[in-house]
């Protein structure tokens, strides 16, 4: 027995002839944050139906918290966030989180300060048909949140968020990973996952391209590292003659290296003086990283 919160085996799943999950390999540890990417289609709903036992797999293994999915203990110890949530209008927020208090069999004291926690103590008393779209998603990851679960399956939980909410959310996330839950989250807003989550996955026309830390995806995908230098003003061309190449684009000179030789190169930077006045070091992004594994699907009868 592992100690997996998830555990994912050859999973694969077919609409009609057509492979929407593809032999998905993957385990996921208590206190994990992860992101879970992919294009429009890419089967990461059809992964978390498959997850929440909505839908049956056709063939591979799923362990949730050690059980089958969909049964007694993996559905108490699992919270979904839909990509959209609906609550009636009618209701109020504190309402609402009452509500499936009830329904999971929790106290309704605890489960009102998650309304706190997703900063909406001050309308807990109004009506939801009042609330903005971030309103709404907040009150919907606290209602996911209602009796502490052990896994988190949040299907793109900042979609139409404001940067401040977003960053609420993140928080929000990292609060429950260091409690010891597991997060897996599915998204497309790829920039704001850089600092976020511990691990990516990637899956691409339903296969499992990508799995690892962001930093040693970036190292496997052997992606330039650019160098920005920005120089003296005349001295570009000089710069760019000293360092082999590069391009000048008016003050700066730019240069790509790979992780390998980027030391090599700062040095040589640095030997030019007061030629240079600063330089800039842009790793990879996870766009680049994203691009890179998802052209790498293999096809396979
Ligand atoms: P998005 O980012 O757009 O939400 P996704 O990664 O969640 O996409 P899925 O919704 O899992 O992708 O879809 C994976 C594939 O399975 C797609 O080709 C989709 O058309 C197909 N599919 C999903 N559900 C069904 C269904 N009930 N019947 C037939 N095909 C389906």
Redesign the pocket.
Known sequence: MTNSTLSVQSLTKR??G?I??DRVSFELKPGERVALL??????????FKMVLGFLRRDSGDVSVLGCAPGSNPARQGTAYLP?SVAFSSALTGEEVIRFYARLKGEPSARSLELLEQVGLADASKRRVGTYSKGMRQRLGLAQALIGNPKLVLL??PTTGLDPISRQNVYQLIGEIAQKGATVLL?S?ALTELEARTDRILI?SK?QLVADDELGKLRAQAGLPIRLKVWTKPGAAQEVAAQLGAGRMNGRSVELDCGTDDKVRKLSAISALGNLVEDVDVHPPSLDDVYRHFSNTVQKEA
């Open positions: 609409f009609k057509n929407a999950v992919g294009h429009n289609g890419a089967g990461k709903t059809t992964l990509e299907d793109e599915s497309h899956l339903g």
